[in-house]
């Protein structure tokens, strides 16, 4: 979130723009797996469920998208993304724990 913030906040703050469309991302792809590492990692105690697609059908759509291309956004504005996937994880996670967010 605070990168996508920061992205926007690039394009608002621009003297102008020369396109009317830029992509807002961490610019690598990011899988389920991936995520699942990343949060077991930061939280060693966390509960995985083993194929989440049977708990959550939306999963079964499978597929990828691919990489959204922000080179507009990084080479025209200057815009780079702070936060890896794991470094947002955590910052979500202790913003969870801190706020007491669905504990």
């Not at 396109?19 to 991302?25: C, E, K, R, V, W």
């Not at 989440?52 to 990828?64: A, H």
């Not at 080179?71 to 724990?97: M, N």
């Amino acid at each position: 979130v605070a990168d996508a913030s920061a992205g926007i906040a690039t394009m608002l703050d621009a003297p102008s723009l020369p396109h009317n469309l830029y992509n807002i991302s961490g610019g690598s792809l990011v899988t389920l797996e991936n995520i699942i590492q990343a949060l077991t990692e930061l939280r060693a105690d966390l509960q995985v469920i083993e194929d989440p697609s049977k708990e959550f059908p939306i999963l079964q759509r499978g597929g990828s998208r691919g990489v959204i291309n922000i080179t507009r956004l990084r080479e025209e504005l200057g815009f780079s993304a702070s936060y890896d996937l794991k470094a947002g994880l955590d910052e979500y996670l202790h913003w969870r724990e801190d706020s007491g967010y669905l504990n």
